[in-house]
């Protein structure tokens, strides 16, 4: 079993920052790769990053490419997301996800992954 624990959340206006973090805890060691997901009433989750535990291999949903960074503290067994130039339709619930798969499917996919958060509220005004 892996938890995870997200935080970092709050509302900023548009062009600021804000930097989520995801405590995971439990057997982390079977874990493969862990991602950022965000969600939208009446939408379905959807990927913003992904890292792989063992190595710098990272995907980016295309629309947060060079504004978000996904990275990770194994040390401290934590995974981050770094976003900058916020805008409002980045307003979102954003989940922390863990895999302990092997892949076969995007690993921005939601299907990919096992293990999830409760969520963390991100809300970016004009």
């Known amino acids: 079993q892996v938890q995870l624990v997200e935080s970092g959340g709050g509302s900023v206006q548009a062009g600021g920052s804000l930097r989520l973090s995801c405590v995971v805890s439990?057997?982390?060691?079977?874990?493969?790769?862990m991602a950022w997901f965000r969600q939208v009433p009446g939408k379905e989750r959807e990927g913003v990053a992904a890292?792989?535990?063992?190595?710098?291999?990272?995907y980016y949903a295309d629309s947060m490419k060079g504004r978000f960074t996904i990275s990770q503290d194994n040390a401290k067994n934590a995974l981050y997301l770094q976003m900058n130039s916020l805008k409002p339709e980045d307003t979102a619930m954003y989940y922390c996800?863990?895999?302990?798969?092997?892949?076969?499917?995007?690993?921005?996919?939601?299907?990919?992954?096992?293990?999830w958060g409760q969520g963390t509220q991100v809300t970016v005004s004009s």
């Open positions: 890292i792989y535990t063992g190595g710098p291999t990272t």
């Open positions: 996800a863990a895999s302990t798969g092997y892949g076969g499917i995007s690993w921005l996919s939601p299907h990919a992954y096992n293990y």
């Open positions: 439990g057997d982390t060691y079977s874990t493969n790769y």
